[in-house]
């Protein structure tokens, strides 16, 4: 007998009502979709929301079905924007689903996963096949949509492809003959659209089954892995560590209750409620030992005001000045120079303790030999 309650743990909405339990009581494995735009490189503690409740229907005998949407990336979802999505490149996207599919590997069971690509059918089409598409949906039905609406209103650009969008993400349903689409709340309009172009194709509509989406630790905007803002599953223990203890305090129920699935209630005291949470997400994705690690070298770090006793030692270019973004960049401090730069715009790289300033990209290297570097929550020693 079907576990109702562990499938729709957390979940919004289950649409229409009543359907999935007509779906479980088939008798056969239910095909449980999901899609993810490869949009960044790392699957985040938010990501990791409808996953779960995938790898729930795995768990009581149902196939998963993840779709990176290679194809789809290619058009960018609309959901939630005010304007259009920037388009990564083709090269940016297949190096994003392969990071994609290898941790979304952590949470499902690849025993009952089929990983595709919706390349595989949407690069296929040919513009008679798009044009069938396009008939089972009004432009009226489209501006319905809230961010369309919007934008439609403020006179703000609405590209044709921009309306494809949930006609593509529809179709992969056709495609694989999903019986369930799981997708956070901002992709309601999408999975709905997906039961209508079902029944046009002649097949039983899919159940719709929304998560919720959660905020990203500054609080104030939803985790986004682009926005960088987020706290990703394969990130270094130390630093998922510090990232949880950086999270404002009024995240720590919805964040117990969905991203540890907790039953119980954080602590009362804020302070007591982040270390908790902290220790228990490195323990789910990188082990006790490592949780354990993770939280003495937070303490060595932020109350003993200190770099941790392994921090790595850096050896300067011969070059005068130093160049900071490289350094950081080539000694994997940071992902990229960019991204060098974005941080020490921030505030967020201190030499010494001393924060540098948005325009102190070339550093003297007498300054620079011998210091302690904070990257971020990430500590270092430079060779003297």
């Not at 949407?69 to 979802?77: I, L, S």
Request: overall charge negative; charged content about 30%.
């Amino acid at each position: 007998m079907a576990d109702l309650a562990a499938l729709t743990r957390n979940a919004v909405k289950v649409l229409p009502e009543g359907e999935l339990e007509r779906k479980l009581g088939l008798g056969r494995p239910l095909r449980v979709k999901l899609g993810i735009d490869p949009t960044a490189r790392d699957i985040h503690i938010g990501n990791a929301i409808p996953l779960q409740r995938m790898r729930a229907f795995q768990d009581q005998g149902h196939t998963g079905i993840l779709i990176v949407g290679d194809y789809t990336a290619r058009v960018g979802d609309p959901s939630g924007r005010s304007k259009e999505r920037r388009v990564l490149s083709d090269e940016q996207i297949d190096e994003n689903a392969r990071l994609y599919f290898d941790q979304a590997l952590r949470i499902l069971d690849p025993g009952r996963t089929e990983l595709r690509f919706n390349s595989e059918w949407l690069g296929k089409l040919d513009f008679a096949e798009i044009l069938r598409l396009t008939r089972t949906i009004t432009v009226s039905r489209l501006l319905e949509r809230n961010d369309f609406e919007r934008r439609f209103r403020d006179n703000q650009p609405i590209s044709v492809s921009e309306f494809l969008y949930p006609l593509m993400q529809a179709y992969d349903s056709v495609a694989i003959r999903a019986d369930v689409e799981l997708g956070g709340t901002d992709q309601e309009y999408n999975l709905l659209t997906g039961r209508d172009v079902q029944l046009a194709y002649g097949q039983e509509p899919q159940v719709a089954l929304t998560t919720p989406l959660i905020m990203g630790p500054n609080g104030t905007q939803k985790m986004s892995a682009s926005l960088q803002n987020y706290i990703g599953i394969t990130e270094p223990a130390q630093e998922m560590y510090g990232k949880a203890m950086s999270c404002v305090d009024e995240l720590m129920p919805d964040y117990y209750r969905l991203c540890l699935e907790a039953g119980d209630a954080p602590p009362a005291d804020p302070y007591a409620a982040k270390r908790e949470f902290a220790r228990r997400l490195v323990e789910r994705w990188h082990g006790p030992e490592a949780a354990a690690a993770a939280e003495a070298g937070f303490d060595r770090m932020f109350k003993e005001k200190r770099a941790t006793e392994d921090a790595p030692v850096l050896e300067l270019p011969e070059a005068d000045p130093v160049h900071v973004p490289a350094l950081l960049a080539d000694h994997g401090l940071a992902g990229s120079r960019g991204e060098a730069r974005r941080l020490i715009s921030q505030g967020g790289v201190r030499v010494d303790g001393e924060p540098l300033g948005a325009d102190e990209l070339d550093v003297p290297r007498s300054r620079m030999a011998g210091a302690e570097l904070r990257v971020g929550r990430r500590f270092a020693r430079v060779a003297p």
